[in-house]
């Protein structure tokens, strides 16, 4: 069906600053988050906007009316069922009525479609206000109006108005869907970012396809650990994966480094000396876990403060080795959280590392001449890890009172042991400095995935490159421009001043915390202090 004018104004009384939602995502403490692996499927149950569980409040009605078709399509089309709003009119529903009855009843498939055809130009003349009814929203305005048909019960009282105009747009229909996603409302943000778009295809925020990190995820996890915890820990999983990664791509991610080792075990036992335990230290300084409604009330609250509201789907998950990703899917970029690592005083952390680096410099990086492969090949550009993913685990612990580097550490340290180990020695050898047997389980599984026989020693060698970025970063702190380096985009910290002279900068975004550039720098020194880090030692490895 074509949306004539689409223009979405919602109002919602009795409400507080949260907005209630449907089921979405999750991210990342030290290295606050960094993207493992994406679910297949969409995992969580279609609900739309529950007055119980979220609020939302809208105040900017006006500036509605200058939204682009494109808002309007991310909002309401459903390619992934992201924003679980179930769009509908109720005189779409009576044609859908009319058509079952048509192909039992040939004779009037005449007469159904000449009233179906009077009936939707008839739809695209109203113009005066409809009655609410009890099954859901309706809108209205100057413009022709929509039904909002709710999924859930009757019973429900709603106290919303929502009207809608705008560019016509097509809705395809809306497929099942298993994953709580959310879609936050911007009334200031009329203009939407466009991102390289995936068709279909889930990317990350640098464009590449996800094909090595869906490829490595076990397809049998859950059965395995059951396996690997009866034996006593003793077990050695075998993994299978539904669409294995080719050998040689994994060959490229199984090499390991001990560059860091040392400083990695270091910053483990200094966070050991101080808390006694990772779980007291976690307890301490990560706070409690949030439920749900409190993750969107302060993801909302952190977007409205970079200014992004609006721009971003989330989706909060459980399914989720790493604690957060920031990817694009079907165009859209989309923040997924694992609701199961969400802490209090870890979660802005995350959305630093995410939204204030990956996003940002994503962005930005779009209207810069090496945005595509072909433009950095030209010039010749160095890789963007371990930069990007180093900038971001910064971020994550930037203002901490304790800013221990502890999970980028653990991460280098527990890839370095794969590749030497066992899976059953690594858990064994991690429990120095990890108690919890699941929470090694997880550290190992990321270790050691993508591989089948996990009695063999063998690694996936990412996740080195948060503590590897994060040391070269903090080595060349002093002379490193972070506004130049979040402005350029996806670039290395080495390519940032021969870029100068090709790069667009006029309009570039960059993070609130960005903003005080003695403060930012303060907190360098505050990192390499706590994790007691010195300029000579970083000047001895990193040349």
Not at 303 to 321: A, H, N, P, Q, S
Not at 525 to 532: A, P, R, T, Y
Request: proline share 5%; hydrophobic share 35%.
């Amino acid at each position: 069906m074509m949306l004539e004018s689409i223009r979405v104004t919602v109002l919602l009384a009795n409400t507080a600053h949260h907005w209630e939602t449907c089921p979405a995502m999750r991210g990342h403490d030290g290295v606050d988050l960094e993207k493992l692996h994406w679910p297949e499927q969409e995992l969580s149950k279609k609900s739309v906007l529950n007055p119980e569980e979220h609020k939302l409040i809208i105040k900017n009605e006006s500036s509605l009316q200058h939204l682009s078709s494109g808002i309007l399509k991310d909002i309401f089309t459903t390619g992934t069922s992201s924003y679980n709003v179930l769009l509908q009119s109720k005189e779409e529903k009576k044609h859908h009525s009319q058509k079952l009855s048509s192909a039992h009843h040939k004779r009037h498939r005449k007469s159904t479609k000449s009233s179906t055809t009077s009936r939707s130009n008839e739809h695209r003349k109203i113009k005066l206000p409809l009655p609410l009814l009890s099954s859901g929203w309706y809108c209205t305005n100057k413009q022709p109006s929509i039904f909002l048909a709710s999924p859930v019960s009757s019973s429900v009282k709603f106290t919303h108005s929502i009207s809608v105009a705008g560019t016509s747009i097509g809705l395809p229909p809306r497929p099942k869907s298993k994953a709580k996603r959310h879609y936050f409302s911007s009334l200031t943000k009329p203009k939407q970012p466009q991102l390289s778009k995936s068709h279909g295809k889930e990317v990350d925020v640098s464009g590449r396809k996800l094909c090595i990190l869906t490829a490595i995820k076990p397809s049998n996890v859950e059965k395995e650990k059951i396996k690997f915890f009866k034996s006593d820990f003793t077990y050695n999983p075998q993994f299978e994966y539904a669409n294995p990664a080719l050998p040689n791509v994994l060959a490229k991610h199984s090499q390991a480094s001990n560059k860091f080792l040392k400083q990695s075990v270091n910053i483990m036992e200094r966070t050991l000396q101080k808390y006694g335990s990772y779980e007291k230290f976690e307890q301490a300084t990560g706070g409690s876990l949030l439920p749900k409604s409190r993750i969107w009330n302060h993801v909302r609250k952190y977007m409205v403060k970079e200014g992004c509201l609006g721009e971003i789907v989330v989706r909060l998950t459980e399914d989720l080795l790493s604690r957060a990703s920031m990817t694009v899917v079907n165009g859209r970029p989309t923040l997924t959280i694992n609701v199961s690592t969400a802490r209090e005083h870890w979660l802005e952390g995350m959305l630093r590392h995410e939204i204030g680096t990956h996003y940002f410099r994503g962005i930005n990086n779009n209207s810069q001449p090496w945005c595509n492969w072909n433009g950095r090949k030209k010039l010749g550009l160095k890789p963007i890890n371990p930069t990007e993913e180093g900038l971001a685990s910064i971020h994550s612990v930037l203002f901490r009172k304790d800013p221990f580097l502890w999970r980028a550490a653990l991460l280098y340290y527990t890839v370095y042991q794969a590749s030497q180990m066992s899976f059953s020695q690594l858990f064994q050898d991690v429990g120095r400095f990890v108690k919890d047997p699941n929470t090694r389980w997880d550290y190992c599984v990321r270790a050691k995935r993508g591989w089948t026989d996990t009695s063999q020693p063998g690694c996936f060698s990412k996740d080195q490159v948060y503590l590897d970025g994060i040391l070269q970063i903090l080595r060349y702190r002093e002379s490193i421009d972070f506004h130049l380096l979040m402005a350029l985009g996806k670039v290395s910290y080495e390519d940032v001043d021969r870029l100068k002279e090709f790069a667009v900068i006029e309009n570039m975004r960059a993070p609130h915390f960005l903003q005080d550039h003695v403060r930012y720098m303060e907190h360098l020194e505050k990192i390499m202090e706590v994790n007691e880090l010195t300029d000579q030692e970083l000047q001895d490895l990193i040349v």
